[in-house]
C-alpha cells in the first residue's frame, strides 16, 4: 500500500482531515504534515516539509490542500526533483502521475467539495507508473530544472 504525506493550510484543514481519515478507513498509511487545527500557518512551510518527505522517501506520495491548491503547488515545485500539479478533476490528477510523474497532488478546499475530493485522491493513488510516450518529456523536465541550478 502506498505511503502518504497530508498537508495543509488552515483554509484546507477540515478538508485535510476528511481526506485523512478516508485514506486511514482504506488502510494506507498517512503521516500528517500540519496544520493541526484552524489557525492560521504559512503554506509555504508545510508544502516543503511535504516535499522533502517525499524526496527523503519517508512517504511515496503527497496531497496538499489549501484554499485554491495553487499556492501549495507554486511552493511545492520550488523544491527540486519536485513534480506537484493542482487538480480539480479525477482525469487531471490520473494523467498527473500518468503524464509528468507527479509526486504530489494538491488541491482548493475553497474550489473542491469532500465527495469530489475523495475521487481526485483516488484517480491519482490508482495511477501506476509514467506512460511510455511521457518519459522523455519528464526527463526533459528534470533537465530543464538541472539547467536552472
Known amino acids: 500500500m502506498i505511503s502518504i504525506a497530508i498537508g495543509s493550510d488552515e483554509a484546507g484543514f477540515p478538508l485535510k482531515e476528511t481526506i485523512k481519515k478516508f485514506l486511514e478507513d482504506k488502510g494506507y498509511q498517512v503521516t500528517d504534515y500540519g496544520a493541526y ?23 511515496e506520495r ?43 497532488i494538491t488541491m482548493g478546499a475553497r474550489v473542491i467539495g469532500p465527495e469530489l475530493a475523495k475521487v481526485i485522491v483516488m484517480a491519482f493513488l490508482n495511477a501506476e507508473g509514467v506512460s511510455p510516450t511521457s518519459i522523455p518529456k519528464v526527463n526533459r523536465i528534470m533537465e530543464i530544472e538541472k539547467e536552472m541550478r
Open 62 to 104: 503527497g496531497i496538499l490542500i489549501c484554499g485554491t491548491g495553487i499556492g501549495m503547488a507554486m511552493t511545492a515545485n520550488k523544491i527540486p526533483g519536485i513534480r506537484a500539479a493542482q487538480c480539480h478533476d479525477p482525469y487531471s490528477a490520473e494523467r498527473a502521475k500518468k503524464s509528468n510523474d507527479a509526486q504530489i
Open 37 to 59: 487545527d484552524l489557525n492560521p500557518v504559512l503554506y509555504p512551510n508545510v508544502a516543503k516539509e511535504v516535499a522533502l518527505a517525499i524526496l527523503g522517501k519517508k512517504q
